[in-house]
């Protein structure tokens, strides 16, 4: 019996990540299909894929930085939808665009026995907090999308000399990508 439960977590371990995104993506992909009235399967991936490729050529134009600052102002002054709103940007910004925020991994030594956390330095001047010599490290947490901001000495922090995009997926995948894996006789 215990064998048999081992199994079947084993199996949910494997199952449910892939149903949830399969699931995720089908229905994104049924939902374009059944608004265009179309029965090709595909048609909604490639319609998503070309939606945000044209939106991001209109938003590179500067005609179109005018539409972006209206809406953002716009957005900006409904009180529950500018916390989701203003949030979702400032996490979109920190991965990607010019104003990247997670683009210096470190480590953070937390103890003399050298244990150590994997983070992103976010702002590295703390002389508005009157903090001089620290460092903002965000941390982010494994299989979540959440994280937590911590503020140490500079000389706990050092660079990882890799990527961030990297990193982050390391950080993210609670340490598997990248594993190499060993067959078991």
Known sequence: MKQIATYFLKGLLFTVPVAVTIYVFFTIFISIDGLLNITIPG????????????????????????????????????PVIKLVYSSLKDLMGAFVGDKKSFDKPVF??????????????????????GLIEHVTVYLPQSYNFAGNLIIVPSNKVTLIELDSSSVMTFIVSGGVVGKKTTSVS
Not at 53 to 64: A, D, K, M, V
Not at 110 to 129: A, C, H, M, P, Y
């Open 108 to 129: 953070v030594d937390i103890s003399s026995d050298g244990i150590k956390i994997i983070g992103f330095v976010t702002q590295e001047d703390l002389t508005l907090l």
């Open 43 to 78: 048609v909604g991936f490639l319609t998503t894929l070309i939606l945000i490729i044209i939106i991001g050529y209109l938003t590179s134009t500067i005609f179109s930085h005018k539409i972006i600052s209206y809406i953002d102002k716009f957005f900006n002054k409904l």
